[in-house]
């Protein structure tokens, strides 16, 4: 896919300054690497000084982030976002792969399905019966999709995610390859030296706009619904377990775990390889530093760390005090001998 | 499905009290959540705030667990075990979808395969040749069972779950979607600046009754075997390096990681994201508690926390003094001052 | 597979010594498990003592690895690297399964997809448009190559492993099954209370002789390629973040994290559970302990242990240093009380 930067300034919301506004864009790429015939973006001022070598043939940037050495052959694309006229920019060079309306013929579909218009089901896909998929969706090849779930419009299902029985999925959700929906929560009672299976009768709720990384599993509910609220992201090999109540656009960063029963409000942060116990509620808009363990209620707003985590800034302190600490054993045993010294003195 | 309150009862062995017995219960929830037409359970003295409010038809409770203000409306049904009562009534009101006996005709079956009776072998599995499955077992769609497989009757091999060649898996087996059974060990020597692969030529056994959460992966011995011992219960997203032995009845929870030639004795419990080094013995009934990381025994009955793992009770006790180090270091330092002014003064 | 004795070590590269040169081997055990008809090896003193007991008919050893007592029926094999010499002896007598030439009437196989010699596709892999694969690799069941794929020669792809499209992949790889190669990375730009998707349109670069373990995930670039150096071995469920640049030789164990755009250089080890925070070089060489967690640069060659990670001497003085802390409050508070008799004295 190609563009005259002139067009592409202009699809992006951005004014053209310099360089030459007729020569042809064929993709986008970090201004640490971007050679003629791409476009970059400049946000970070750590970055400026990548500036003035870029071979880059255009460069988004925000009105009023002052560069100097612009290469001459250089174009600034300036905007007022422009992160998000880059991002525009790389939709337009790198479209995605387009799947025509298809329903291969490996695929299985069984009884009672209601299938939406604009479809394309995969080879070996398996839709199970009494379920639906809504307008413009895919499900990739061979992605399982169990009985009596529901999935919504544009939807795209990645090549072997699994979505178990009576799971609900909203629009424009999208599942990468190998996330598990559903699976059985972990759930026993101790009777007689041996573990009693607590039966897992729930099921997964997801709501529009919602991510799920690859490897990703997002238990279902021993009784109602483990939930996901709208516009979460979630990435790779995370643990969600059963009857978690994850709230509208949470961050879930890769091999972090939810134990069961949480409250994950709105716009908190679980960074990655963090664990939350369960029953905790992490408030709106917290964040939990990586590889920080919870087990108690997090309020909103609060960043915690270290495991147990704590308050950043506590455990920051106590993090500075650590390193003190060698240093002050051997402190405390010179006080004690001029102490001695002093007690034999008076 | 639905059942009379009455029989509902009789089945769980349960007393009733009050309410209407002639009613229909049609399902089971959560004392928070539960509404007319459904059954819950009062266990915790943490709930039996919620009981005056509840919509519940009807409640399974201990004798002798005190209860006032019991909603008219409300059924209780007292029994000596209300969790092991209740789990069997969530099983009668929603049992589990039934798989007829069938051979789906896109599952592949290669040559040699010893079939028990009764089995479901759903679309696109695949069973290598000289493998066998029991009676009664489920292999459901894209399960893939590998070459000189046993698996054992009664079984639930989820959708894409992987069954590496040799493995051997007992009866009642549950092992859910993505979960990797056998796949090689991580062993290498390294020589001449590279890392030569140890061949993994033993197999993983799985002993009866285990359930194998999503995503979990076993990996198969070096020589010899890794063993999952009967009864032990393996959450999602959990890795079991090679020739590791698991004993009975162990609990594993999400993110734990068991390196390898580790002893992990009967009745252990590994919680969530915990970690243990290689040839390392879990001693039997031991903890290691949420987000720990093991580097040496454990003993029987004890229970570890952080990272080196100590006594619980230790951990704690260090964990404390810890928040109190920040103020320790001032206070040393004012020590030190008035120790000066008495040095000047002696 | 049977060899005898003699043979065995002719082909190993081992001289006998004793025993019964003439004796039929048919597999390979360690030393506290062998039997007769066994071959063992013995190359750690801590196992010297089970030599006595060995049941093994034979054993490699180092030339001058002290022995005594070794029983009459057991042959020494003794050469220079023992180790190397029984992966030879493994590889000998317990050989890999061999796939013959094959493409299984149930693969799917698009457009334009270019094909070398002696493969072996499984049922139900999935082949996309415009992608090739190298002479002599296995393609195994169910196994999903995206489109625009380029698999070498002598390739392993396991059951159900994902590789999605663009991704470009060396010689001699193996890839486990669950592993999710090129998902999106994990990119969103937070906007309007929502978070806004960053495309995804690098790929995956894979070089020669890696090793990729069970459900272990792999993103692609944002732009640009995240790159896995030649010979480099990742074990189970491993995260590696879009853009991230492993080097050489790198091994990385099970359950590790790496977020993203780091530099993980030639011959470096992230140990079980280790994470390191996005951005991050770490040294040629160097070595991040278990569980420990990497903000900042790790220099060539360094050791860091815990979370935040530290300099590993440095990490094991503080922590010798917490487990006297409790004390150290104790006699502070010992040390108060007589400073305080002090200035009372004086």
Do not use: W
């Amino acid at each position: 896919m190609s563009i005259i930067l002139k067009e592409l300034a202009d699809l992006c919301g951005a004014r053209i300054e310099g360089g030459d506004s007729s020569a042809t864009i064929h993709s986008a790429a970090e201004i640490t690497s971007a050679h003629q015939g791409q476009v970059t973006q400049l946000t970070n001022s750590r970055y400026t000084r990548h500036l003035k070598h870029s071979m880059a043939s255009a460069c988004f940037i925000a009105e009023g982030f002052g560069v100097e050495n612009v290469p001459e052959s250089m174009t600034l694309l300036i905007c007022p976002d422009p992160e998000l006229s880059f991002i525009k920019a790389v939709e337009l060079l790198h479209p995605a792969r387009t799947y025509e309306q298809k329903i291969a013929p490996q695929a299985v579909l069984e009884a009672n399905i209601i299938l939406g218009n604009n479809l394309y089901i995969g080879p070996y896909a398996i839709i199970g019966e009494d379920s639906s998929i809504g307008d413009d969706s895919q499900i990739h090849a061979g992605a399982y999709v169990g009985k009596n779930v529901k999935i919504g419009k544009n939807c795209r299902i990645y090549p072997y995610a699994v979505i178990y029985d009576d799971v609900v999925i909203g629009n424009n959700v999208i599942i990468h390859s190998g996330a598990i929906i559903g699976a059985d929560g972990f759930g026993y009672k101790f009777r007689n030296n041996a573990h009693v299976k607590v039966p897992q009768v729930g099921n997964v709720v997801i709501e529009d706009n919602v991510e799920i990384g690859a490897n990703t599993c997002i238990d279902r509910g021993a009784l109602g619904s483990t939930l996901i609220g709208a516009g979460s992201k979630i990435d790779n090999l995370v643990q969600i377990g059963h009857n978690n109540k994850v709230g509208k656009n949470v961050i879930m960063c890769g091999l972090t775990g939810v134990s069961g029963s949480c409250n994950i409000e709105d716009y908190a942060i679980l960074a990655g390889s963090s664990g939350i116990a369960d029953h905790v509620t992490i408030g709106r808009g917290a964040v939990v530093m990586a590889r920080s363990g919870v087990a108690g209620d997090v309020q909103a707003g609060a960043q915690v760390f270290g495991s147990p985590a704590k308050d950043k800034k506590t455990a920051y302190k106590e993090q500075i005090a650590i390193s003190k600490l060698p240093e002050l054993l051997k402190k405390v045993k010179m006080l004690e001998e001029k102490i001695q010294m002093l007690e034999g003195n008076s």
